[in-house]
């Protein structure tokens, strides 16, 4: 569950973060893209923010989706690239290097009729993850669809301590391992100057600076009177949820 954390220091090696997803949901990774892809309409025009490998695009674009998808990582977009070619889904799909504060310069208003965050939101900073959902409300269509696939507090309060307890040392490692692996040296002397001076430094930041990522609560806390939640999918004890949201119509 908490484990999700700790698959964000490993998105720069896509091979393994695939892996680890897989082994760490008990499979039930797929079952989430399966529900992802279900809730979209076939022919639709989506948007995949934060797709990682790929792996739901293939199967949007057996329903007849035409998606445009963008990642961060530049690792993970060769490889969702290198997929789509395999798959031969290119005619349906697009793959840009691209964070989700740019929607705002990339995209028209009501251009897509979904728009699918895939554990996003959870990286953001409040004020970002506002942004992030108006320029959402832009894009869509009127009555259009936003899917949410991300890490949030479990419901209940023994399941948030057990949630809490697992997660703090997984997020330490994965924040160690995003500090580290730039560090690597044969030099004794600068391990030595590693061991002694960065790693105290990495741990003071650690507990004082903003997390890599930080579980989303109740959604009525953070979206926007613009849309409404449909439904509601459990994951892993409620540890992961996938929300379908619908834009409201105001007018």
Request: charged residues 20%; hydrophobic residues 45%.
């Amino acid at each position: 569950m908490s484990t999700i954390v700790l698959m964000k220091a490993f998105e720069s090696v896509p091979g393994r973060y695939d892996l680890g997803m897989r082994l760490i949901t008990f499979g039930e990774i797929a079952e989430l893209r399966r529900q992802i892809t279900a809730a979209i309409p076939p022919n639709s025009r989506v948007l995949d923010i934060g797709c990682g490998t790929g792996d739901l695009l293939s199967l949007l674009a057996g329903r007849g989706v035409r998606v445009t998808a963008i990642d961060k990582s530049p690792e993970m977009v060769i490889t969702a690239r290198a997929r789509a070619a395999a798959e031969g889904i290119l005619d349906s799909v697009s793959i840009d290097q691209n964070t989700a504060m740019e929607v705002d310069r990339l995209y028209k208003d009501a251009e897509f009729d979904a728009v699918v965050l895939s554990l996003v939101m959870s990286e953001l900073t409040p004020e970002e993850r506002s942004w992030v959902l108006n320029q959402c409300a832009r894009i869509l269509k009127p009555s259009g669809l936003l899917l949410v696939a991300d890490e949030f507090w479990p419901r209940s309060f023994l399941k948030r301590v057990i949630f809490s307890v697992i997660r703090f040392p997984l997020h330490l490692i994965a924040y160690l391992y995003t500090q580290i692996k730039g560090l690597v040296t044969t030099n004794v002397w600068w391990k030595i100057y590693y061991s002694i001076v960065e790693l105290p430094l990495m741990l003071l930041s650690f507990v004082v600076g903003e997390p890599l990522t930080a579980p989303l609560g109740n959604p009525q806390t953070f979206l926007p009177e613009t849309f409404r939640v449909v439904s509601t999918r459990d994951f892993w004890g409620g540890a992961v949820r996938l929300l379908k949201i619908q834009k409201a119509d105001l007018g």
